[in-house]
Nanobody, 124 residues
Framework: QVQLVETGGGLVQAGGSLRLSCAAS????????MGWFRQAPGKEREFVAA????????YYTDSVKGRFTISRDNAKNTVYLQMNSLKPEDTALYYC?????????????????WGQGTQVTVSS
């Protein structure tokens, strides 16, 4: 069984920064694709970013390119999401997820395991 625990959310003013962390346990973290998703009230869960097992390949949704950076530390079984220049529209519950493959994926249904989420609120 895989367990994912997100931390680092909070309340920040527009233009500010936060770094989310996701600690993984229970499987071979270093061979798995890791992703971040978010879900705002009344909206569907949407893809934010993903990183390959080696960390060499990353992918971002257009709205966060240039502002967010995904990274991972396989020695610590942890994936990060550095969020800069935050906007009110970034407000959402942010989830970490992984799948039983290293193939890049951007749809929630292709991920097998999820964390409980961490709330990010950006005030204007």
């Amino acid at each position: 069984q895989v367990q994912l625990v997100e931390t680092g959310g909070g309340l920040v003013q527009a233009g500010g920064s936060l770094r989310l962390s996701c600690a993984a346990s229970g499987r071979t973290f270093s061979s798995s694709l890791m992703g971040w998703f978010r879900q705002a009230p009344g909206k569907e869960r949407e893809f934010v970013a993903a990183i390959s097992a080696s960390g060499l390949n990353t992918y971002y949704t257009d709205s966060v390119k240039g502002r967010f950076t995904i990274s991972r530390d396989n020695a610590k079984n942890t994936v990060y999401l550095q969020m800069n220049s935050l906007k009110p529209e970034d407000t959402a519950l942010y989830y970490c997820a992984t799948r039983g493959s290293n193939a890049m994926a951007t749809t929630p249904g292709r991920y097998d395991y999820w964390g409980q989420g961490t709330q990010v609120t950006v005030s204007s």
